[in-house]
């Protein structure tokens, strides 16, 4: 791994672990020697980073110098906090680890103030009820969304009856009982909303429809705004 890419995940580790962090962990968690973190710190700290304590107690990263400050009211932490957390309750755990990555960088950017208001916010979303078993894995819909390609699908309606589609999918809403893709039905030529927990099976094809991503939703909503509510 190249030294810039170690020494940026170095700095993700010591947002996102319990402060402060020791070298042995830190080590453990970038797959180096300890000696090789006291490098990396030093050069962390020649480079703008004000990480504070020293081997054999831990480290604590008080100023991130990869990230400008923020400069968020307090009702404004506490409603990317919100959402934030709203998406490590419902996602699956790719998307729940992005969102905890995500609110770490965010917060080691605010000034202290907004830190402290930040590590104290008194809004959090959480989910009572279980979330649907997936049969497929949801980071290849989301894949296909981004490079807009094609998905091949088997599909279960509400009453078990299953049928193989070729979808374009559009958008992944997530809804209180389910996610769901918005998607072009190639079978059905137009727009329908396939629930993730009933897709039995789903493979990428090399079809594209780029660049149609954007103007196929947008009139899939001006037909049915409902669909994301």
């Known amino acids: 791994m190249p030294r810039s890419d170690r020494l940026l995940r170095l700095l993700q580790h010591l947002r996102t672990e319990p402060a402060p962090v020791t070298a042995a962990r830190l080590a453990a968690l970038s797959g180096v020697s300890e000696r090789a973190i006291y490098r990396d710190i030093a050069a962390l700290r020649a480079a703008g980073a004000i990480i504070d304590g020293q081997a054999g107690y831990g480290y604590t990263l008080t100023e991130d110098a990869a990230l400008p400050p923020q400069m968020l009211s307090r009702l404004e932490i506490e409603a990317v906090i919100l959402g934030l957390s709203s998406v490590r309750a419902e996602g699956d755990a790719e998307l729940a680890r992005a969102a905890a990555d995500a609110l770490a960088k965010i917060t080691a950017a605010l000034p202290e103030q907004a830190r ?11 989910r009572v009820d279980p979330k649907p078993k997936l049969s497929i894995d949801p980071g290849m819909v989301r894949a296909a969304m981004w490079d807009e ?12 009856r299953t049928s ?41 094809t090399g079809e594209s429809f780029r660049p149609r991503r954007a103007p196929l939703l947008r009139a899939y909503l001006e037909r049915s705004p409902g669909a994301i509510r």
């Open 149 to 160: 390609r094609a998905l091949e699908i088997d599909y279960a309606d509400a009453d078990g």
């Open 164 to 204: 193989r589609r070729c979808i374009w999918p559009l958008s992944v809403v997530f809804y209180e009982r389910a996610l769901t893709v918005l998607a072009y039905c190639r079978l059905r030529h137009d727009f329908r909303a396939f629930r993730l927990d009933r897709i039995q099976r789903l493979s990428m």
């Open 116 to 126: 402290h208001h930040a590590r104290h916010a008194s809004l959090r979303a959480v």
